[in-house]
């Protein structure tokens, strides 16, 4: 059994060890995934791959607790991370409340909540309230709609400027490490060398401090669409169609169950 990271430890990994991290959404997944994460994320990308929605938008704070649970159960001595849903981290007052919930609820290590400085005193309560919190920069999930899809982040002189201001503004509140999403490499790189704790990537290329891939995608299961950063492990969608065409076929020609699977 892998011995369970620390905030400390996690912050003592910036420039040694780069950190694994990979979404899982229920117990089954999260036990699979622990034996080689640093950290569990329970993403609110389960909202697309898990509940087929388009975005993820609407998932809620209930459903994310009842996810978290199963994955703080299924993996007990992984460093869990609890994605905080659209909507719950609004101004301080509801962000502390919301996350308070969400510790009392589930045994999660931390929260994440998406936004740079303009979120900054919003971690800075958290933290001060004994919420741990992860930081998400650049490509944010949440605001889709609100900027009209998914755009990569660090293409210009300005942008870049603004991502490095995210990430000092995030360590300055309190984050003791941060995601960075759908950002240009160069720049990813320039933003994981001006702060001190952990920057880790999606879609950011590989210059940072480690990389977090969701689950279902790394494993080929989710086939709505692949973002230029998924890299497959694995043909996961082919496997289960062809097991369950299998199984299918035996049922159908009486085959299954043969005397071995029967009493
Ligand atoms: O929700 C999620 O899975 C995430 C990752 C894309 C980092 O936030």
């Given amino acids: 059994m892998r011995k369970k990271l620390t905030i400390t430890s996690i912050k003592k990994s910036k420039n040694s060890k780069p950190l694994v991290m990979i979404t899982a959404y229920d117990a089954l997944f999260a036990r699979l995934v622990s034996q080689s994460a640093d950290m569990i994320l ?52 509801e962000a502390l409340k919301n996350s308070i919930k969400m510790f009392q609820e589930t045994s999660c290590d931390c929260v994440k909540i998406e936004g740079g400085a303009d979120k900054a005193n919003i971690v800075k309560y958290l933290c001060k309230n004994g919420i741990a919190v992860c930081g998400h920069i650049g490509l944010l999930p949440q605001s889709v709609r609100g900027e009209g899809g998914y755009k990569v982040k660090g293409r210009t002189e300005e942008e870049a400027k603004q991502l490095i201001a995210d990430a000092k503004a995030i360590e300055s509140a309190g984050a003791f490490c941060m995601v960075i999403e759908g950002v240009k490499a160069e720049v990813a790189k320039e933003v994981a060398s001006s702060v001190s704790i952990p920057v880790i990537g999606i879609g950011a290329g590989i210059d940072v401090d480690g990389q977090v891939l969701v689950f279902s995608d790394m494993l080929g299961l989710f086939e709505e669409f692949t973002p230029k950063f998924v890299k497959k492990y694995l043909d996961g969608a082919s496997l289960v169609r062809d097991a369950v065409s299998t199984y299918a076929g035996e049922v159908q020609k009486k085959e299954f169950p043969s005397e071995e699977h029967t009493y």
């Fill in 42 to 93: 329970v993403g609110d990308s389960l909202n697309m791959s898990f509940a087929g929605e388009s975005d993820t938008l609407s998932a809620t704070l209930d459903q994310m607790i009842y996810h978290t649970k199963a994955v703080c159960t299924g993996a007990p001595e992984s460093f869990i991370v609890a994605d905080m849903p659209f909507g719950t981290y609004v101004n301080k007052k």
